[in-house]
Every structure is written in C-alpha cells, then in structure tokens.
C-alpha cells in the first residue's frame, strides 16, 4: 500500500519523536535548556509498536526515532527493536546528540537499528561547548567511530552558523575523506524561539552546495526514501557530503516523510500550524484501520509547500518539541 498526498507526492517516511526532553542546550534550539511544558508521559513502547504497525501497512517502510535526545529514554533499545521487527519496516535510523553512542551503539545494532545521524555543530572543543552547553566532543566521535565499526551507517550532521562555525567548513568535509562517513551540513531554520539568533547567524546552505559544485564535488540522484539531503561525492573520498536546503525552491516537491511526536500528535510539516493527537486511537490493537484512516484523511491536508520563505513558520516554537 503506498500513501499519496494530493500533490502526487508518496509518503514511506516515519520521523517518530520518542523524547521531547533534551539534556543540550544547543544555542539555535534549546539556549535556556529543556523545561518540562506537558505531564502527560510519551508513548509507551506498546503504543509506539501500534504505531508502527499502522503506519508500516501504509507503506511507512523507514522509521528514524529521533527527539528532543531519544537516548534519554532508558527504553530505547527496547523501541527500537519493536520498531525493527515489525512488519514492513525495512530501516530503523536514529537520531542522536551522539554523547551516550558509544555505550549504546552495540545495543542499538542488535536491535535492529543500521543507521545513526549525530549531531556535530563544531570539530572544535570550545566551540563545540560554546555552542552546546558540553564538553562531549571526544566522546561522540568515539561514539561515531564506534557506530562506524559495527558497521552501522552514519551520518553527522552539522549547521553551519554565520561567524560562529562556517569556518569549519573544510575541516567537516575532510571527515568523509578516510571515512565511509557522510558529512552533512543543515541550513539554519527559524523557529519561534530563535528568530533573533536566525537573523544574524543564518547562512544560506545553497552557497555551500554551490562550494562543494566549485570543488568537484558531484550531485547524485535522489534515491527512494532519501531524507531531505542533496548528496555529493568526489573521488578519492569514501564518504560523501550532503547539503539539507529548506529554501531551495524545490525542497517540499520531494517531501515524503511525515512526523509524530513524542506524545503521538501526527504533525504533517515541520512548520505546520497544528497537530492531530493520534494517541486515542493507540490504545489497542483494534484501532488500527481507524488510526489509518485518519492519517490517510489528515494527509490529503498537506499543505504543498512550508512557506519558510514567506516567513510562515508554523507553530514550531523549537525542533526539540517536535523531532527535528
Ligand atoms: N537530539 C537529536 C540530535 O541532536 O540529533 C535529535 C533531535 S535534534 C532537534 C535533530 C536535528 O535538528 C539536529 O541535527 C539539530 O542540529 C537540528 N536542528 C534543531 N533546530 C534546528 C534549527 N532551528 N535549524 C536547523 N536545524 C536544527
């Protein structure tokens, strides 16, 4: 079964929230630190196996558990193996600030997670905490490397940030020289809480494409369930280097992926307006053709486009809430 959206667009793409909190304090997302809004408790791991199994049959054959920091749930590894053996999944990815990988990444891995994106703003220690609140850089590249070894793919994933970090360009993309690893650099989005920090720090990420183009680098095609990253390889490189452009004119013709959040709130855009609480209709197994119905009836509301450059952004007061 294959969703489609009203712009002809097929959805097989899951970002499920498992943690709204985070323990960073990452300046363009969360600079006064997570504060615990809503009493209500996140999805169990029986909800979040009925979840998937409704959205499997639809289709959703790639889940990628992410947060707010997804490994603060101690249950992780128990998520995601529910989530990996149900049927229709084919990929489980997760989302991580990356400071616990190394001691969970074996666990993850044999749980039927392949895939991790972390998160790496600066390759600088300092920098690193100025942007982060912590001093973990050694440990996540050990967690990286760890992840590399079990043979895991692995993603970092770095927004560039005017007079903060841009200068670090090269020394991201050198990562994937040695290693099969991509480097991916992710265009600063506004959001409610950061719109004065966007303003002077945003850096538009199609200079960067065009840089890596200038470098010999080369575009490849888009292959099915791709995130939102354009991808570029060079010879004598055994990674590869992607470009998430959200202003890119074409950006949301390629959308397949929906969100659901730590709570079970189905959101159809980063930027939307609203959320649809699916969590009633996650109580027993019985619900699924209902919970199907009212995704496949949500969805033909997807908006065409973000708007971002129209300056509409949505209810999104930062990415921690919703699972970025
Ligand atoms: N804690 C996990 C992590 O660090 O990857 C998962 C959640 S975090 C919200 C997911 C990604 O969203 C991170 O790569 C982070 O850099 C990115 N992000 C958060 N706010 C953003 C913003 N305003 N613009 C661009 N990327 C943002």
């Not at 990286?144 to 770095?158: F, P, Q, W, Y």
Request: overall charge neutral.
């Amino acid at each position: 079964m294959t969703l489609v959206d009203s712009f002809g667009r097929t959805f097989s793409y899951l970002r499920l929230s498992v943690e709204d909190a985070c323990d960073y304090r990452c300046r363009y997302c969360l600079p006064g630190g997570y504060k615990k809004e809503e009493s209500e408790p996140p999805l169990s791991v029986d909800e979040i196996r009925r979840l998937a199994a409704a959205f499997a049959e639809l289709g959703f054959w790639k889940v990628r558990l992410t947060g707010g920091e997804p490994t603060l749930r101690r249950d992780l590894v128990e998520i995601a193996a529910a989530v990996a053996g149900t049927p229709g999944v084919r990929r489980v990815a997760l989302s991580t600030n990356g400071a616990r990988l190394a001691e969970l990444a074996p666990g993850l891995a044999r749980a039927g997670v392949s895939a991790v994106n972390v998160s790496v703003d600066s390759l600088d220690p300092a920098r690193f905490r100025e942007i982060t609140g912590h001093d973990h850089l050694p440990r996540i590249l050990e967690g990286i490397e760890r992840a590399l070894a079990l043979g895991l793919t692995v993603k970092l994933n770095a927004v560039l940030m005017k007079g903060l970090n841009d200068g670090e360009f090269e020394r991201f993309v050198e990562l994937s020289r040695a290693r099969p690893l991509a480097v991916r650099f992710i265009e600063l989005m506004p959001t409610a809480d950061n719109i004065d920090f966007f303003t002077e720090r945003h850096l538009k990420a199609e200079s960067l494409a065009a840089r890596l183009a200038e470098n010999g680098w080369t575009e490849a095609p888009r292959a099915e369930a791709d995130g939102p990253a354009r991808r570029f390889s060079k010879p004598g490189f055994a990674g590869s280097v992607g470009v998430i452009a959200p202003y890119a004119e074409d950006f949301c013709a390629t959308c397949n992926r929906l969100r659901v959040t730590a709570r079970g709130r189905l959101r159809m855009c980063l930027f939307a307006e609203g959320e649809h609480s699916l969590r009633p209709l996650l109580r027993s197994d019985d619900q699924r053709a209902e919970l199907q119905e009212s995704v496949r009836a949500l969805l033909g509301r997807k908006d065409v486009s973000h708007y971002l450059p129209d300056g509409k952004l949505g209810n999104t007061r930062h990415f921690a809430a919703i699972g970025g």
